[in-house]
């Protein structure tokens, strides 16, 4: 059983002597568990927090223990009468080849319905994540100018796709001109900010003129005092995320422009996913059927091997990917 274990706290973007790979043999599985060969595992921005050695909404990751990751694979011993070989179960199984399985944090999934990548994406967390921000904490009506950063990401490419669907006017903000033109010509964004070589400040105002009614934000810093300098009476922002300070070295320095929420009578809310859970079923229902009708797209971008794990995680950080980032661990 390949693991991937984190042996130190990283200090601004991690290197890859932040972990070490070791190979152990396959757990022994108890009364009531099940094992899972792994075949994904998810790469998200939020594991770059939990490395830290500070209090957020939950634990930080031990020294010396498998890195936290979300997982799917299939059942190779059981002993739970309720989970068989062969199933797929999608769980937290972390960065390694084999782990076990129990009732309360795996379940069951369909992969005659949808490919196993895709419920770590659009039907797994960041999806749920999109759907619940943006149709809860977002708000989002009809006619609604709403904009998105981290656009072409997991969660960015669903917010942007539902708004759409609910009838709402959608700007994406991402890096590259390659990402810009995948949001407009595939997923049918209205109109997309490059900010990586576009003036931040400038395009939101040519791309929103009457002002934003939603900022779905994943990235913060400036990209996000952009966003607040335009807001429209009642705007709502969702905070989702900030990747832009999760490797900063410096104090982060609060937004400036704070103040427009104030004389727009707008509000400001941070969200977690986990949140949401009891209502999973719904949401997957949901994106179950828009994906079969075609109204809604998901992509997923696949690395292999879990000795490729630093290189394939840092594309969250350089942004050399596309829609969901997934590492295949299964040999
Ligand atoms: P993505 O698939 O969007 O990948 C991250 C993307 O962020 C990159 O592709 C890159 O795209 C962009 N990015 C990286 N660095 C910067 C930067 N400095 N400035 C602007 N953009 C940057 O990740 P996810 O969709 O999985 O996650 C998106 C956000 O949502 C993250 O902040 C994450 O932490 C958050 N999240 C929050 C959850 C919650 O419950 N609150 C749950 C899940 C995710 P580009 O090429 O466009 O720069």
């Known amino acids: 059983n390949k693991q991937l274990i984190l042996v130190k706290r990283p200090e601004g973007l991690p290197d890859a002597s932040t972990w070490t790979l070791k190979t152990n043999p396959i757990p022994t599985i108890s009364d009531g568990e099940f094992l899972v060969q792994q075949y994904y595992v998810s790469l998200d921005p939020a594991m770059r927090g939990w490395m830290n050695d500070s209090k957020s909404y939950i634990e930080p990751i031990a020294i010396g223990d498998v890195m936290r990751a979300g997982s799917i694979g299939k059942i190779i011993k059981s002993n739970h009468a309720d989970f068989n070989i062969g199933d797929t179960v999608t769980g937290w199984g972390g960065v390694q080849q084999y782990a076990i399985g129990t009732e309360k944090t795996w379940y069951k999934v369909d992969t005659k319905l949808a490919p196993m990548p895709m419920y770590l994406g659009t039907l797994g967390m960041p ?158 229902k949901d994106m179950g059927q828009w994906l079969m009708e075609g109204k809604l797209k998901s992509k997923e971008d696949i690395y292999e091997g879990i000795e490729n794990f630093h290189k394939t995680f840092i594309r969250l950080f350089s942004g050399d990917k596309k829609g969901k980032l997934v590492l295949k661990v299964i040999e």
């Open 127 to 284: 999806g749920m994540t999109a759907y619940f921000g943006i149709l809860e904490v977002g708000k989002i009506k009809a006619g609604d100018v709403v904009l998105v950063s981290a656009a072409a990401g997991a969660v960015g490419s669903i917010v942007g796709q539902i708004a759409k669907l609910k009838g709402c006017y959608v700007v994406g903000i991402a890096g590259g001109k390659d990402k810009c033109n995948y949001l407009k010509n595939e997923l049918g964004f209205d109109a997309t900010i490059d900010y990586k070589s576009e003036n931040i400040f400038d395009a939101v105002k040519e791309t929103c003129p009457k002002g934003i009614d939603v900022y779905f934000d994943n990235v913060g810093g400036e990209i996000l005092e952009a966003a607040l300098s335009r807001l429209r009476m009642h705007a709502r922002v969702v905070i989702c995320g900030a990747i832009s300070q999760y490797n900063n070295l410096e104090e982060v320095k609060g937004p400036k422009n704070y103040m427009s929420l104030l004389v727009n009578r707008a509000t400001m809310q941070g969200m977690i996913v986990m949140d949401y859970a009891p209502n999973y079923g719904k949401a997957a």
